[in-house]
């Protein structure tokens, strides 16, 4: 729900920046320093190419005056420029007389390139000269088309800002909280900012947040001789419910996430009733007990590691000996491609438990949980005759803050099942947004990287959504259509390549929408 009495006083805002008024006719000097342009990267020797070019220059100003007319997102260019310089770019020490690019414009264009599916400098200068009539008639504080940005240029930019002014701007508009009306209003005019904030709640279950690092493959730190040390790790946190990037870190140590996830817990915005999990190398007292004195519940995986072996053990003993009637117990059938997965849930809270002396209880466990999952793969021979199906289980061991009722059980079993969501997005950013395939190992250019590639998925993800619903796909009833599959995220960036200004509609549609209760 949009906050139309703020939202059109930042409209009438914008109507005053005379930025935003896009011209009625071309101007012939404009278009000749294009064909001069096109010179100068030898473009005229392809005759296709430089027509195609030119027709885009002569109709820019059609497309930049229909797309303003039809997606009112003036005021959010506006707010979204001045308020990222005024916040960020402050130590920006050089020479403002001799400023060609300036960083903010320079970070929008990058990242509308990145939700066109370019990765690369090369690419961004590139999508920077392709649609440089656009970028002239939509973006505030463009360059002059005499002034195409390099790959080199752009690299610099990257390579400027630090990692922690980099994830301010995340954390203030590509979070999972988005950007209010109020934060804009307080940015262009305070004293127009008193309104009540709007908050939408959800209905179910809990969120729940995963927690887990992810190495950049292809970078290297500088210095070292060994490529195996690696430039950087990206630490999240992901909304597995609402499928947004909550908070990242960037560390050069695996072993640093517990550090981490508890810096990003103190300062990130997310729902005030979410569940926390992480993997079992997590499963520690010292970020058990943070997240007890906090008031955050967890679930979280024990294996032997970490210092649970003996825990670990004296559960599995238990639920070997243990009857089924005295634990809650619950089956889930599904079908995943040719395989059957049945996955069988055992949860018994910590009372049950009598545990020997040696044997050290993580602070705060209220229940404890296994889950056994079974793969059945059916499989054919040479002949296409059925043969015996191949069966694997393995068995995983869980422990909880939440209470020991009918209610958290199901709730536990839930997460357990949106849990694989946050590999899901590391699989994403690697894949499609090409992250693993970053060569450097400059820390700042590397956390920009981060930011980026951040910001780019939270915004597909929404775009993602919202164009699934209207995949022309008639459904028999509403169940179906609740189970119809979403579009890929390779499938959005292709649409968003075919349609760079659809891109940038979903990018302030994305800080349109207000946050949810945090």
Request: hydrophobic letters at 35%.
């Amino acid at each position: 729900m949009v906050l139309s009495t703020n939202f059109s006083r930042l409209q009438q805002l914008a109507d005053e920046h005379l930025r935003f008024r896009v011209n009625q006719t071309n101007n012939t000097d404009t278009v000749e320093i294009y064909k001069e342009q096109l010179y100068k990267r030898c473009h005229t020797e392809d005759e296709l190419f430089f027509q195609n070019y030119m027709f885009e220059v002569e109709n820019a100003h059609f497309k930049a005056e229909i797309f303003c007319r039809t997606h009112p997102h003036d005021y959010l260019r506006l707010a979204f420029l001045n308020d990222i310089k005024r916040k960020y770019f402050q130590y920006d020490k050089r020479n403002q007389d001799y400023i060609v690019y300036n960083p903010e414009v320079v970070l929008l264009v990058v990242l509308w390139s990145t939700l066109c599916g370019n990765t690369t400098c090369e690419q961004h200068s590139d999508f920077w000269f392709n649609y440089n009539p656009l970028l002239q008639l939509i973006i505030p504080g463009m360059p002059e088309p005499t002034n195409m940005i390099s790959a080199e240029t752009i690299r610099f930019f990257l390579k400027m800002i630090p990692d922690d002014e980099f994830s301010k701007v995340f954390q203030s508009y590509f979070a999972d909280s988005r950007i209010k009306a109020e934060e804009l209003l307080q940015n262009l005019n305070p004293e127009d900012s008193n309104d009540d904030a709007h908050v939408d709640t959800i209905e179910g279950f809990r969120d729940l947040i995963g927690g887990d690092g992810q190495e950049l493959r292809a970078s290297f730190r500088r210095g070292e001789h060994s490529r195996k040390k690696k430039g950087a790790h990206r630490v999240s946190l992901y909304n597995c419910t609402s499928r947004v990037v909550s908070d990242y870190v960037m560390v050069q140590k695996k072993n640093n996430e517990v550090q981490a996830f508890m810096l990003m817990l103190l300062r990130t915005a997310y729902p005030k009733d979410a569940i926390f999990y992480a993997d079992a190398i997590n499963t520690k007292e010292e970020f058990i007990a943070f997240m007890n004195e906090r008031g955050i519940d967890w679930m979280l995986c024990i294996k032997e590691n970490a210092g649970n072996k003996a825990f670990r053990n004296f559960i599995k003993e238990h639920f070997d000996s243990l009857d089924v009637i005295e634990c809650f117990s619950h089956q889930t059938v599904d079908k995943v491609g040719g395989r059957i997965e049945i996955k069988d849930y055992e949860i018994i809270p910590i009372e049950k438990l009598t545990l020997p002396e040696e044997v050290k209880v993580q602070p705060g466990t209220k229940m404890v949980a296994r889950v056994t999952s079974t793969s059945i793969e059916h499989r054919k021979d040479d002949k296409k005759n059925e043969i015996e199906p191949e069966t694997s289980v393995s068995t995983l061991f869980y422990i909880s803050s939440l209470d020991y009722n009918d209610e958290n059980c199901l709730q536990l079993i839930h997460s357990h099942n949106d849990r694989w969501l946050y590999e899901s997005h590391h699989n994403t950013i690697d894949t499609v947004l090409l992250q693993d395939q970053q060569h450097c190992c400059d820390e700042n250019h590397l956390a920009s990287i981060i930011g980026l590639n951040s910001m780019a998925y939270n915004i597909l993800s929404f775009a993602r959504q919202d164009l699934s619903k209207h995949t022309g796909v008639k459904h028999r009833n509403n169940e179906t259509a609740k189970r119809a599959k979403l579009k890929s995220y390779n499938n959005v960036v292709s649409t968003f390549k075919g349609n760079p200004l659809l891109a940038l509609d979903y990018l302030f549609k994305f800080l349109e929408t207000p946050p949810v209760e945090s």
